[in-house]
């Protein structure tokens, strides 16, 4: 089942899809390098997020990218990330799973998850991003992968909103 957020119709022009589009090929064969790659960005950034992770905790002798669940959690977060944004125009919002979508707003709020997060997120997400696709990163491109990660965000903090306590 697919759960679709946003009441209005999202744009998100032909050329934005174009620029999502042509880089995620570029990068899916390598979802789960560039996804680790992703990660390791926002620890070296924000250090104290690693905390938000409960895998990440306690194994202080296994260096956080030799830990064996951050790159397939990585790769699954890049890659439900890269694919909301190739679907955005053909939808019109953001389309994920019913659960998926659930189960992040659940975990977000669990553990405390504020917009400075999601801006590092980002921040981390376009470095990612400039690094894969080399000398294709544009002004134009950025553009089109910062409107369709604030589409996810928007839909990722309505599901948290579920889960956090009423003031």
Known sequence: MKCEIMEERIVFS???EALVV???NLMKKNAGEWGLKFFLKIFEIAPSAQKLFPFLRGDSDVPVEH????KPHA?????MTC?????????GKVVIR???LKKMGAVHSKYGVVDEHFEVTKFALMETIKEAVGEMWSPEMK???SVAYDHLVAAIKTQMKLY???P
């Open 98 to 100: 019913d659960s998926s």
């Open 143 to 145: 553009k089109a992968w």
């Open 67 to 70: 830990n064996p669940k951050l």
């Open 14 to 16: 032909e050329e934005e």
């Open 83 to 91: 694919e909301a944004a190739v679907q955005l125009r053909k939808a």
């Open 164 to 166: 956090s306590p009423s």
């Open 22 to 24: 042509k880089s995620w």
């Open 75 to 79: 790769k699954s977060v890049f890659v």
